[in-house]
């Protein structure tokens, strides 16, 4: 976490590192759509951003997504504009994918995978996380 | 007393259903007991609902719309209503209770930015 004095100092220019921790699977619950327009606005803001897929959240970002019979929106194939929104760091946790059955083949996006130990290390870096 | 810490507050769930909101509500409290600040609260997801004034619990149970619109008030902690996540949940100017307001996720972002921590309350 950032020492708070050395926030105090350098006011304007403020770069935090940022994650977003996308938990859930698409449809069940709004977090991982709401989530997605959380993202899509602190993108416009010059930060260190980046997101990872855990849980039944790596559902969320899995290929060939039909909604319509369930009548939700699909906006899985949105997470594809955010490497082009500043958003390019974007992990997957493996246990996650390896529990479901997943391979990065089944995934709309070009992520990195890493362990879950990675992902605490990760986590811990971050001044800001963003559960969704 | 040690650091004095700037605190930002993101609340993600509404009220009763979870205790997301009363845990957050105790924990603003206890931060400004400590002589920290609270620099804003910021409704999300079905959290905006701990903003509508069209609750009314039974009279043996704690209020916690009311509980917020208090320390709004009387501490002058901004609370945020996300607008899209209002629009969605029927939350709008008209149903909201005294002390909060209505604006966008760039305020989110902005309690992010310059708060020491960002405390998120949810399930």
């Known amino acids: ?132 | 007393m040690g650091v004095k810490l700037k605190f930002g507050i993101l609340i993600l769930e509404g009220p009763y259903q979870h205790q997301s909101s009363d845990s957050a509500y105790n924990f603003a409290i206890a931060a400004l007991e400590k002589g920290h600040e609270v620099s804003g609260v910021f409704l999300y997801n079905d959290g905006v609902n701990n903003a509508t004034s069209f609750g009314d619990p039974p009279q043996d149970d704690r209020n916690v719309q009311e509980k917020w619109s208090k320390l709004a008030q009387e501490k002058g902690i901004d609370i945020v209503v996300c607008i899209a996540a209002g629009k969605r949940r029927g939350l709008i100017d008209d149903n909201l209770i005294k002390g909060t307001r209505i604006s966008g996720l760039g305020q989110l972002t902005d309690l992010a930015i310059s708060t020491d921590r960002l405390v998120t309350f949810g399930d």
């Open chain 1, 1 to 132: 976490m950032a020492n708070p004095e050395e926030i105090e100092e350098s006011s304007d220019e403020i770069v935090k590192k940022m994650m977003f921790v996308m938990r859930k699977a698409p449809h069940g619950t709004i977090n991982p759509y709401e989530g997605l327009e959380v993202m899509l606005i602190v993108a416009a803001y010059d930060q260190d951003l980046s997101a990872v897929f855990l849980d039944d959240g790596v559902y969320a970002i899995k290929k060939g997504q039909d909604p319509k019979e369930i009548g939700a929106k699909d906006f899985s194939t949105t997470f594809r504009v955010l490497p082009g929104y500043g958003i390019e760091k974007i992990y997957v946790e493996k246990e996650s994918l390896e529990n479901r059955g997943l391979t990065v083949e089944d995934l709309l996006l070009e992520v990195e995978v890493v362990d879950k130990s990675e992902v605490t290390k990760l986590m811990q870096e971050q001044d800001v996380l963003f559960p969704f």
